[in-house]
Each structure stands twice: as C-alpha cells, then as structure tokens.
C-alpha cells in the first residue's frame, strides 16, 4: 500500500508536507519551506500507487536563499535520476523551469536539497503537480 497523506476534512487544500496527495486522477504536493544546510534535507517522500503519473516538479527557494548555490536532487527507489544545481538569483533558468517526470507505479519518490555555498540554512522547497494514468 503506498504512503499517501490523508486530508483531513478541516484541512486546507493548500496544505503542505513530504507526502503526494490523490484528488481523482490529478496528484500534487507541496513541501513548504524546507530550511536546509550543507547537509541534504528532504523536501518530499512518498511511494506512488499502482498507477503512473506524468508530473511537473519545480523547485523554489526564499528570496534570502537567492545568494547561495543550492542543489535539488530526485531519487526513484533509492536511485538518483535527476539532479539541479540552481545558482545565486533566480536568473537561474532552471528556477523557472518545470521538470516533467514519469514517476513509475508503486515507486518510492524522494526530493532532497542543500546549500553548496555555505553551511548557513536557507529555505527551499518543491511543487509537484500531476495526472494519474492507469489507475485500477
């Protein structure tokens, strides 16, 4: 059974956390603000459901976060397959940038980041937004 964060009904659909959410055949997560250092923190972890889903990912920093160099790694079941490195102010293209992904069925989904520049902590996070296909 894959780890899904539930909603409570008082919640808001803006809510945040490492977990994905299912709404039908569409799934998002957000992280929030994540503080990381020079040590990887986690931005999301999940495991996806026995379907696949085609996803935009984008990363996101504060704008005190826009003086250092901050690295976005996505693993898929413990395997890195995608790795940013976002530099200084948010002419960084890849900040602007969606990553599209296939994210493979009953797979376990983790983002983490961290600063390159320095061991201060900076607020970071991740969005992802997706359509779910071959849901049984």
Same mark, same amino acid.
């Given at each position: 059974?894959?780890?899904?964060?539930?909603?409570?009904?008082?919640?808001?659909?803006?809510?945040?956390?490492?977990?994905?959410?299912?709404?039908?055949?569409?799934?998002?997560?957000?992280?929030?603000?994540?503080?990381?250092?020079?040590?990887?923190? +986690?931005? /999301?972890?999940?495991? &996806?459901?026995?379907?696949?889903?085609? !996803?935009?990912?984008?990363?996101?920093? *504060? $704008?005190?976060?826009?003086?250092?160099?901050?690295?976005?790694?996505?693993?898929?079941?413990?395997?890195?397959?995608?790795?940013?490195?976002?530099?200084?102010?948010?002419?960084?293209?890849?900040?602007?940038?969606?990553? +599209?992904? /296939?994210?493979?069925? &009953?797979?376990?989904?983790?983002?983490? !980041?961290?600063?390159?520049?320095?061991? *201060? $902590?900076?607020?970071?996070?991740?969005?992802?937004?997706?359509?779910?296909?071959?849901?049984?």
């Amino acid at each position: 059974m894959p780890h899904t964060d539930t909603i409570p009904v008082s919640a808001s659909i803006a809510s945040t956390g490492k977990g994905i959410r299912y709404v039908g055949n569409h799934v998002w997560a957000n992280s929030g603000l994540v503080s990381v250092t020079n040590v990887a923190g +986690t931005l /999301l972890s999940f495991s &996806t459901a026995p379907s696949y889903i085609l !996803a935009e990912i984008m990363f996101f920093y *504060d $704008s005190v976060a826009q003086a250092d160099n901050i690295k976005y790694i996505i693993y898929l079941n413990n395997q890195i397959v995608y790795s940013i490195q976002l530099n200084q102010a948010t002419t960084d293209p890849g900040a602007q940038t969606p990553l +599209t992904i /296939l994210l493979p069925p &009953t797979t376990t989904v983790k983002m983490t !980041a961290y600063n390159l520049t320095d061991t *201060d $902590s900076q607020d970071v996070g991740a969005t992802l937004t997706g359509r779910v296909y071959g849901a049984a």
